[in-house]
C-alpha cells in the first residue's frame, strides 16, 4: 500500500522566499506529525495533527513557521521569508490516532530544503 | 524530561560480524521505546517497537532489541550484519504528553567492512 508522500522531494530557493512543503498521509491515518533534521539539531519534532486541529504546535521555531491539514488528510509546512538556518530536511509522518502512544509513526522520505 | 541518549555517533564493524548499537533513555516510567533506520535520501524507516511485556522484542532484517529497565537502556542487536545494513540508527521514546510526539536520540551511523 501507499506509505506517506512528501513533496517536493528537493526545494532550492532564495533567502526571503516562501516555501510550501506537502505531506499526504496514509490513508486513515488521524495523526500526522512534522518533523525537522538538521546536521546541528538532529531530529525535532515541529507539531502535531489530530485531524484538521493542531493541539500541539510547540515545536515550530519562530511565527514564520505555519501548518495546516485538510480534509483529515493532506498537510502543507509554509515557511515565510527563508533564513539560511531554515535549510534542513522536513520529515512527515503519520500514525493511526495516538493509541496512548502505543501506534507506529510512518515517515515519508522528506523535502531537503536548501536556502542560498 | 524524556530524552534519548545514544553514546556512538558512529561504528565500523566486518560484515558478518555482530553488532550492537547502545540507546539509554530517561523517563520515570515504563517508556514507549522504538528503533528507526534511515538510509541516505531516505525517510525513517521503523525496525522494531517496545511497549511493555517480553523484555525482547524482535524486529525486521532480523535486528532484535532488550528492553533494560535497570539500566534504563534499549540496545540493538544483529547477529550478522550485511553490506546493505549500513545506514543511520535512531533511538526514539514516546513524549508522553497529549501529542505522543517521538523524543529522538542523535542517531548513530553503521559503516559496514567488506
Known amino acids: 500500500g501507499a506509505g506517506v508522500s512528501q513533496s517536493p522531494s528537493n526545494k532550492v530557493t532564495e533567502k526571503g522566499k516562501d516555501v510550501e512543503l506537502r505531506c499526504d498521509p496514509i490513508s486513515g491515518h488521524t495523526a500526522l506529525y512534522w518533523y525537522r533534521q538538521s546536521l546541528g539539531q538532529g531530529l525535532e519534532f515541529l507539531i502535531y495533527f489530530q485531524g484538521n486541529s493542531a493541539p500541539d504546535k510547540s515545536g515550530l521555531p519562530s511565527d514564520r513557521f505555519s501548518a495546516e491539514r485538510t480534509g483529515g488528510s493532506v498537510s502543507t509546512l509554509t515557511i515565510q521569508r527563508t533564513q539560511q538556518e531554515d535549510s534542513a530536511v522536513y520529515l512527515c509522518a503519520s500514525s493511526l490516532g495516538t493509541g496512548g502512544g502505543g501506534q507506529p509513526q510512518h515517515f515519508g522520505d522528506g523535502t531537503r530544503l536548501s536556502i542560498l | 524530561a524524556q530524552s534519548v541518549t545514544q553514546p556512538d555517533i558512529h561504528i565500523t564493524v566486518s560484515e558478518g560480524a555482530s553488532l550492537e548499537l547502545r540507546c539509554n533513555y530517561s523517563?520515570?516510567?515504563?517508556?514507549?521505546l522504538f528503533w528507526y533506520v534511515q538510509s541516505p535520501g531516505q525517510g525513517l524507516q521503523l525496525l522494531l517497537k517496545?511497549?511493555?511485556?517480553?523484555?525482547l522484542v524482535q524486529g525486521i532484517k532480523g535486528f532484535e532489541a532488550e528492553f533494560k529497565r535497570s539500566q534504563s537502556s534499549f540496545n540493538l542487536r544483529k547477529p550478522s550484519v550485511h553490506w546493505s545494513d549500513a545506514a543511520e540508527y535512531f533511538c526514539a521514546v514516546v513524549r508522553m504528553d497529549s501529542s505522543y510526539k517521538l523524543i529522538f536520540g542523535s542517531g548513530t551511523r553503521l559503516l559496514v567492512r567488506p
Open positions: 523517563y520515570g516510567a515504563t517508556p514507549y
Open positions: 517496545y511497549f511493555s511485556g517480553d523484555t
